[in-house]
């Protein structure tokens, strides 16, 4: 029997609501007509299955297979949708998604292709979720969701890779409340489905039913390691700096100090049409730096410090990032 349908409520006092129910809309039809496996994760799906409140939306997040990722992305394109520029932070973090954007719509559509956290392929991932769905309905048209278990993963995992943000304890603490209901056992085995047991722990360690013997934790990846324990985009370039081979120093370096303007237009958008406001650009990301150097190379000292005795082992891939997530937090220093 297929599950019931999910309402979305579009009402609310901020219009945006409104706009993401059409975004929604929108996903729907490119994903129908297409025949793409498109699933709504975070945002939308995390309060219809009672993980966070009701609020105003930004963004609407979903996730598409690898392979389906540019015949999405073309379609919105078509509709005159376009990608947001990024910052490839030197090649440390795998890319794991493309925000779109329209000129005239306040939100974007964040089209992921996988999810940082979960270390098995996406494709296998998109098929747990898949196993075990909910429909999310909205102005007449249905989406594909994960279940109550897989939001709570989803949301833990997002808000365990930056556990220095204001307000990330307390949305863990409110996690967990709401998802009381779930057993332990069943989160474990999810996890280790999807591989993002290590990456899960500390959410797993502070449930009531959790219990040591139940499960084995392997090592978290250099990447898990790298988002976790790397606070800004300065921390991040000085170890990356350090563990990169003596030929690609002084291309880091380069890129560190003058980043394209394609890059500094993740933060700023304008900048990849003003050429002359990159002086100051410049010029104000070398006093951030300045000023956020003591704390950053303590952060390093702690990404030195839970690096396995044999990094040789765990590499971090070297694929450029395209998320617009995490760009807050390296933004340019």
Known sequence: MPPVPLAFDSRGANANRAYLALALGLVSRIAATRAIDAIVVKGAAAELTGLRPPRDFSDVDIMVRPVELEIFRSELERRGWIARPFEDRDNVFPKHSVSMYHPRWPIDIDVHYRFPGFEAEPESVI??????????ESGGMQLSMPSKLGCLVVQALHQLRSPWEP?????????????????????????????????????????PDFSPADVIFPEPSSEWRVRTLG???????????????????????????????????????TLRELRRKLPNV???????????????IRAVRRLLAAEPKNPARQTIRSIPATDKTDRSRFSAR
Do not use: M, N, V
């Open 282 to 296: 410049y010029l104000h990301r070398f006093l951030r730096f300045c000023s956020a150097l003591p704390e950053s």
């Open 127 to 136: 098929d747990e979720f898949l196993q075990d769905q909910l429909l999310l």
């Open 167 to 207: 307000g990330a304890s307390d949305a863990l603490a409110e996690l967990q409340r709401r998802s009381a209901d779930l057993e332990s056992a069943r989160i474990i085995e999810f996890a280790r489905r999807t591989r993002c047991l290590a990456a899960l722990r500390p959410f797993l360690e502070q449930r």
């Open 231 to 269: 606070e800004d985009s300065a921390s991040i370039r000085i170890f990356t700096l350090i563990r990169a081979p003596w030929r690609q120093k002084p291309k880091l370096l380069w890129r560190a100090a003058f980043p394209s303007r394609t890059a500094l237009a993740a933060r700023d958008i």
